[in-house]
């Protein structure tokens, strides 16, 4: 998702392909036409037949059934996008490096504790980017995976490296004890928004519409 120059996925198609021997299908998502016409054209020119990229903005493509949902920054809410496709295709594996966090500070109101740190820009900025990815990790367990976030590359090469994965949890582990959890982390997103003024958080929003919708059919 957000294929971009197409790097990422043609590697993940050669390791999956020529390495590990899958029949795989891969499709790069990318919202720059000219960018999809040049990836299509090396892999024609390679024969990589499971391999295609098409135009489309993250939210509105189709993703079907999916097995792995990729998206490498992502920016800003495209990310939250990305996420809630793999959830409603019930990917097995999500895995996003988020950037651009741009959705949550504008909303932020500083706890009256942290006032005096939070009046400067840095800080708070730096405190949306955990709190954006944060909220987006407990919303992961929320929709039945368990979730992981860490740096996968060194500082020094980017700010930009936080990886946060996603694998789903098996229905059969859903039991009563998980319920519990489930409820718990509603409680506990609440009480994050609240302590922070957060209105509203992009991926919370498209899971909630689509429980309600589902509720309505």
């Given at each position: 998702m957000?294929?971009?120059?197409?790097?990422?996925?043609?590697?993940?198609?050669?390791?999956?392909?020529?390495?590990?021997?899958?029949?795989?299908?891969?499709?790069?998502?990318?919202?720059r036409?000219?960018l999809?016409?040049?990836?299509?054209?090396?892999?024609?020119?390679?024969e990589?037949?499971?391999?295609k990229?098409?135009?489309?903005?993250i939210?509105?493509?189709?993703v079907?059934?999916?097995?792995?949902?990729?998206?490498?920054?992502?920016?800003?809410t495209a990310?939250?996008?990305?996420?809630?496709k793999?959830?409603?295709?019930?990917?097995?594996?999500?895995?996003?490096a988020?950037c651009c966090?741009?959705?949550?500070?504008?909303q932020?109101?500083?706890?009256?504790?942290?006032k005096?740190?939070?009046?400067?820009?840095?800080?708070?900025?730096?405190?949306?980017?955990?709190?954006?990815d944060?909220?987006?990790?407990m919303?992961l367990?929320?929709?039945?995976?368990?979730?992981?976030?860490?740096e996968?590359?060194p500082t020094?090469?980017?700010?930009?490296?936080?990886?946060?994965?996603?694998?789903r949890?098996?229905?059969?582990?859903?039991?009563?004890?998980?319920?519990?959890?489930?409820?718990?982390?509603?409680?506990?997103?609440?009480?994050?928004?609240?302590l922070?003024?957060?209105?509203?958080q992009?991926?919370e929003?498209?899971?909630?519409?689509?429980?309600?919708?589902?509720?309505?059919?």
């Open positions: 957000g294929s971009g120059k197409g790097y990422l996925t043609f590697a993940a198609y050669d390791y999956f392909k020529n390495r590990l021997g899958i029949h795989v299908q891969v499709t790069g998502v990318e919202a036409q000219e999809v016409d040049i990836c299509n054209e090396v892999a024609a020119a390679g990589f037949t499971g391999l990229f098409v135009n489309s903005n939210g509105e493509f189709d079907g059934n999916v097995d792995i949902l990729i998206a490498l920054h992502a920016c800003n990310t939250d996008d990305a996420i809630f793999g959830i409603s295709a019930n990917a097995g594996l999500i895995i996003v988020p966090h741009q959705e949550l500070r504008p932020m109101r500083s706890p009256e504790m942290l005096d740190i939070l009046k400067h820009g840095v800080m708070l900025e730096r405190v949306a980017e955990t709190i954006t944060g909220l987006r990790s919303l367990e929320r929709s039945g995976y368990s979730a992981k976030l860490f996968f590359v020094e090469h980017t700010p930009k490296n936080n990886m946060l994965v996603g694998t949890t098996p229905s059969s582990a859903m039991d009563a004890k998980a319920s519990s959890r489930l409820a718990e982390l509603d409680q506990r997103i609440k009480q994050i928004k609240d922070y003024d957060i209105k509203e992009h991926l929003t498209l899971l909630d519409s689509r429980s309600k919708a589902s509720h309505q059919a």
